[in-house]
């Protein structure tokens, strides 16, 4: 059976044609055009914001854990698009490094193992800006 040429994606509750844009490209593009719009939830440190991340992807997962089932003639992909403003206890920018990077990456590797998603995740942030935008896709796994 051949797949669909188009793809029904969910973000958050909204239901948008993603016409099989590749998900890095269209989550650039999500960024791009609406950073200066969502601020987001200020994070302080590292550790509250990986927390925040944590419980928004798991919520995600368990979410559309339930809702894909029922859209799996409609090929399906979820978005999950997290927007944090990063700015320290003395309001300056603060900017993820690698480490940081490498450990949200980490966590969401293993708590993906736990649903039938391939899912990815991006994460986003321009030089110099305080919004940071945590993405992650999920598709039904293809078995």
Known sequence: MDPPTSR??????????QND????DFAVHYYM???KRLR??????????SQSI?????????R??????SLMEQN????SMNWYRLRDNNNKTWSLDDNQKTAIVADFADMRL???FDAQIHIFQLDESDVLLVAMCLQLRQW
Do not use: Q
Not at 40 to 46: L, P, S, Y
């Open 64 to 69: 559309n854990s339930g809702a894909f089932p």
């Open 54 to 62: 944590h419980t928004a992807l798991d919520e995600s997962f368990g």
């Open 40 to 49: 987001g939830v200020t994070k302080r440190d590292f550790a509250d914001l």
């Open 21 to 24: 844009t590749p998900p890095e």
């Open 33 to 35: 055009n609406r950073y």
């Open 114 to 116: 736990d649903y039938p």
């Open 76 to 79: 399906p992909v979820a978005w």
């Open 8 to 17: 029904l994606a969910l973000i958050e509750e909204t239901g948008m044609l």
